[in-house]
């Protein structure tokens, strides 16, 4: 049997959601997901819209019911819904009773399996329930987290006959390894509707999905590895968005411009004291970034001798909160550094201060080990026990922002596509 494809759309814009469904179709996409997100934005209108956009396609309602299961199926049915999902862990009185509904709208039931707490478990009585399909499910949040679906499936799926969905951050690698894992339905979300191209991304999964086989199983590396990977492929401000506004440092700026992407090693020094800065490369690894905090910013503790001594290290990158000299020569190096500010004398090298102590540079709490990363709008700090997490949600930012080009690239202007005013806090 051909697996569906099921592309999810978890967006807030409803004109934007049936623009990114057609394109995705065009691509090989099945089954259309209003998911949650537009359902709360928009409520049914969401479904009803979609029905007359697509006729003939299966439409499922991502109602992710916990509750009064037999009402929220009538209402999704009723707007036009083929498949209505309620929450797998939802109390059985409402699966059962959300079942009754299902048959009396001519609707389907799929039992979605995020956060139960044993779904191995739980995806037997859900069978034995009767539902129509059960989403072996991990959410976005999760994802974040590094969690994925597919040791779940291959550990759930020979033990029920009921037909399995799969969702979960799936891409064109892993929604081959869903597949060959016994997944009738690989359900879609950010790596199709995030992309600056959605047909070529829906194409990608179809090819994937029809043909799991010949799809190379690319390994991972280890999480350092992914970390650095991606943080290389976002921006400092696709960082601070995850970050809530976080991270970003204050009155540091590129000096030598060059993104740097690495772990710090951080240097307290005194002012104008340069010896902790330069012992400092010693100590560092190649690939790591050196965060300097020096209280004078008229006495330089870093210059062209130093940068030298780092290029040589493969430092990957100096952050300085006090003053940089020999500018013309430390240009021409090309190691990437930042810094509050510039003066031509030096101090002397005394050796007060610590190599790797917790410091603050640009208002913020440094440790060693984090993550920093520096591009043209300036440098963040992400803390070394977040930055898996945080590199995740950057690079969601990421996407979504590469999408919204492509959209603003068509003619429209951003306050239109996000529907800014609608948004506006009242
Ligand atoms: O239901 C969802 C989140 O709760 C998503 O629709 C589902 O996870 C698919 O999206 P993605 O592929 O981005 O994970």
Known sequence: MTPIIQVALDLLELDRAVEIAKEAIAGGADWIEIGTPLIKSEGMDAIRTMRKAFPERTILADMKTVDTGALEVEMAAKAGA????????????????????????????????????????????????????????????????????????????????????????????????????????????????????????ARKIRQSVDCPDAVEICSVGTVDQEIRKILKEVSTSNISDAMHRKGAMKGIHPLVGGKI???????????????????????????DVIVIYNENKDIACWGGLATWSALNKGIAGVVIEGAVRDIDEVKNLGLPIYTSNTVPNAGDPKGFGEINAE?????????????????????????????????????????NEKRLFDEIKRGGTLSEIMELKKWEKH
């Open 82 to 201: 083929d498949v209505v999902i309620v929450l797998g862990s939802a109390d059985d009185s409402t699966l059962l009773d959300a079942l009754r509904s299902a048959h009396k709208y001519g609707v389907r039931l799929m039992a979605d399996l995020i956060s139960a707490p044993d779904p191995v478990k739980r995806v037997v009585e859900l069978e034995a329930l009767g539902v129509d399909y059960v989403n072996v499910h991990v959410g976005i949040d999760q994802q974040m987290m590094g969690k994925d679906p597919i040791s779940l499936l291959r550990e759930i799926s020979h033990r029920v006959n009921v037909q399995l969905a799969v969702a979960g951050g799936l891409d064109a690698n892993t929604a081959a390894q869903a597949v060959k894992a016994g997944a009738r339905v690989v359900i879609v979300g950010g790596n199709i509707t995030h992309s600056d191209n959605v047909t070529e991304a």
């Open 261 to 287: 992407v690495g772990t710090a090693v951080t240097v307290q020094t005194f002012p104008g004291d340069w010896a902790k800065p330069v012992e400092a490369i010693d100590v560092a690894k190649e690939g």
């Open 359 to 399: 410091i603050t540079c640009g208002g913020q709490t440094v440790k060693p080990g984090d993550y920093i990363v520096g591009d043209e709008s300036g440098v963040v700090v992400i803390p070394a026990e977040r930055a898996y997490e945080l590199a995740r949600r950057a690079k969601e930012v990421y996407k």
